[in-house]
């Protein structure tokens, strides 16, 4: 079964400028999620979509936006782009609402974005 | 609000030498308290949930046991391979999101 597949790999952008960034589910999973891993900091919650809709965000400025579409892959986006944007950013999919194991989240490899 | 501290920072053990990480929290109400390994530059591969107090599971030669306010993450035996970082996470009740700790760094020397 594939996992998490998330592109590209590496990112490279200049302050100002706009990043987007994607990600595949796990099939069958409905519910994707967006964590920033900064160097030295732990993995802080941006995003999470299920079904098409936004269902929550952390504590992040509105440059930090995203989608999902009817296959359930979504697409993160910052805009405005600023030096401290550089971080390992993590999409993570479980099954969606539910107890148990529908709470498991299984993360990617990550997108690597450098802001120059 | 929602914490989360792991201890030690980094751990160097020798293979072979069995030792615990640590995994204290606050949460308003726990859904679930999440285990991953993560390797360097990769993302953060599921290890374990565990739900309630007294709870434990064990995959290899780790094992994870949870009581009302820590986690401990029980390596027996470690081989080189095990080398890792592993982060701890909780999910409060009525919420998807994780809150991580940041991390217990371990090297497993031959």
């Known amino acids: 079964e594939a ?14 400028q706009q990043a987007t960034l994607r990600c595949s589910p796990i099939s069958g999973h409905t519910s994707v ?22 269902r929550n965000r952390g504590n992040f400025p509105p440059r930090f ?3 999902q579409f009817p296959n359930y892959s979504s697409e993160l986006n910052v805009n405005a782009l600023e030096l401290e944007d550089s971080a390992l950013y993590l999409c993570a999919s479980s099954w969606g ?3 148990g194991p529908y709470n498991e989240q299984f993360f990617g490899p990550g997108t690597r974005l450098t802001v120059l | 609000e ?3 501290t792991q201890s030690p920072e980094a751990l160097r053990l020798q293979e072979g030498e069995s030792s615990s990480l640590n995994c204290s929290y606050t949460v308003s109400g726990l859904r679930g308290l999440f285990w991953y390994r993560q390797d360097p530059g990769k993302g953060p591969e599921f290890l ?16 994870a046991t949870l009581t009302k306010k820590e986690s401990f993450l029980h390596i027996t035996a470690p081989k080189p391979e095990d080398s890792a970082t592993y982060l701890c996470a909780v999910q409060a009740t009525g919420f998807q999101k994780l809150v991580f700790g940041t991390g217990t760094r371990l090297l497993v020397s031959p």
């Open chain 2, 48 to 63: 374990f949930t565990l739900y309630s107090a007294g709870e434990e599971k064990e995959k290899e030669r780790l094992k």
């Open chain 1, 3 to 16: 996992g998490v597949t998330q592109s590209p790999t590496h990112l490279i952008k200049t302050r100002g």
């Open chain 1, 65 to 67: 936006s995203g989608r």
């Open chain 1, 33 to 54: 999620y967006w964590y920033q891993q900064a160097l030295g900091l732990g993995l802080q919650f941006l995003l999470w979509y299920d079904e098409g809709e936004e």
């Open chain 2, 2 to 4: 929602d914490q989360v």
């Open chain 1, 97 to 99: 609402l539910g107890e």
